[in-house]
């Protein structure tokens, strides 16, 4: 039914940047919110930040305020996630979610894309 599919990760040098992109189709009629979380070798998938599409609020998880940064293409319901300033600490496997409401009917669906790895070497 839909379909999230995140690019932009690689490897990277500490203190390097780099831009992830996450893009939904198929059958949407308006995506609600959307975010990414990480998970890193041997630990469970966290939250990293997330943007709603009225009114543009976002949140993040407060040790990555300020080095990471949520934004949103709601035309093209596609969210980025700017993150400045690498650490190997950053290391993981990152992973859009996205809140959609559904064609035809609206009702409502859960989305996870499959995931893109960032590494980031010392």
């Known amino acids: 039914q839909v379909q999230l599919v995140e690019s932009g990760g690689g490897l990277v040098q500490a203190g390097a940047s780099l831009r992830l992109s996450c893009a939904a189709s198929?059958?949407?009629?308006?995506?609600?919110?959307m975010g990414w979380f990480r998970q890193a070798p041997g630990k469970e998938r966290d939250f990293v930040a997330a943007m709603s599409a009225i009114g543009g609020r976002t949140n993040y998880v407060d040790s990555l305020k300020g080095r990471f940064t949520i934004s949103r293409d709601n035309a093209k319901n596609t969210v980025f996630l700017q993150m400045n300033s690498l650490k190997p600490e950053d290391t993981a496997v990152y992973s859009c979610?996205?809140?959609?409401?559904?064609?035809?009917?609206?009702?409502?669906?859960?989305?996870w894309g499959q995931g893109t790895q960032v590494t980031v070497s010392s």
């Open positions: 198929g059958r949407i009629s308006r995506v609600v919110n």
């Open positions: 979610n996205a809140d959609i409401v559904l064609l035809p009917y609206g009702s409502r669906s859960n989305a």
